[in-house]
């Protein structure tokens, strides 16, 4: 399988605890994106890595959320002190960057759906 | 900044209608891209427009930009069980190449037999 994965696909935890999601894009793919979805939502942009750089936070990632793309591989990214607010779909996605705007398809893994209780 | 609205939000047909669901931009696309979600997983990719007046087709769905680039619409002709799903337009958030989308509310279809 040469698509995006997600590690683990289902997490439930009690508030309060850390979180660690994992995220393998697709091999060639140079950009990784983080989105959180809700129930009845479209995804909402968390972050986006180049290579291993991280370019962009959403300001809906608060000071308990840090993501990283070591090796500009895999990413993880990491919520820390959950709590019941976090509970969504994390989605991860990967593409290609090209040059002109508009340009790139992001492909998307299954996701993590992440229950605080 | 940019918002998508899609319409219908829900939608319920007898297996072999056709349909339509909509998204409207706040401002000017540069670039539209629908996708396809089964509940509880992750969204699959249909199909990308870029230029004014673009329209592609897969299969039984059509996709099109309108002229003006605000608008696109994804239609569905003889539809089947199989195209049920969640429906989601995104769109890169401005003009410049950070390639984040923004998504509409999406659109949920249900294909009765």
């Known amino acids: 399988d040469t698509g995006v994965s997600q590690d683990p696909r289902h997490k439930i935890t009690k508030r309060g605890q850390n979180v660690t999601f994992r995220c393998d894009p697709i091999?060639?793919?140079?950009?990784l994106y983080w989105y959180r979805q809700t129930l009845g939502q479209g995804p909402e942009f968390l972050t986006y890595f180049q290579n291993e750089a991280q370019l962009e936070k959403s300001r809906l990632l608060s000071d308990r959320f840090s993501a990283e793309r070591p090796k500009g591989s895999f990413s993880t990214l990491e919520i820390q002190r959950t709590e019941q607010g976090d509970s969504a779909m994390y989605l991860c996605?990967?593409?290609?960057?090209?040059?002109?705007?508009?340009?790139?398809?992001?492909?998307f893994g299954p996701g993590t759906r992440l229950l605080v209780l | 900044s940019q918002e998508l609205e899609q319409s219908p939000q829900s939608l319920i047909v007898q297996e072999g209608k056709n349909l339509t669901i909509n998204c409207t931009s706040s401002k000017t696309l540069y670039g539209l891209y629908w996708y396809k979600q089964k509940y509880g997983e992750g969204l699959i990719f249909l199909m990308m427009?870029?230029?004014?007046?673009e329209e592609k087709s897969h299969e039984k769905i059509t996709a099109k930009l309108d002229e003006k680039k605000q608008q696109s619409s994804l239609h569905i002709t003889a539809s089947q069980p199989s195209h049920a799903g969640i429906y989601l337009c995104?769109?890169?958030?401005?003009?410049?190449?950070?390639?984040?989308?923004?998504f509409g509310q999406g659109t949920t279809l249900q294909v009765k037999p």
């Open positions: 427009l870029q230029k004014g007046g």
């Open positions: 091999s060639e793919h140079n950009r």
């Open positions: 996605a990967s593409s290609l960057a090209l040059v002109t705007v508009g340009g790139e398809t992001q492909y």
């Open positions: 995104g769109a890169p958030s401005g003009s410049s190449n950070t390639g984040k989308l923004i």
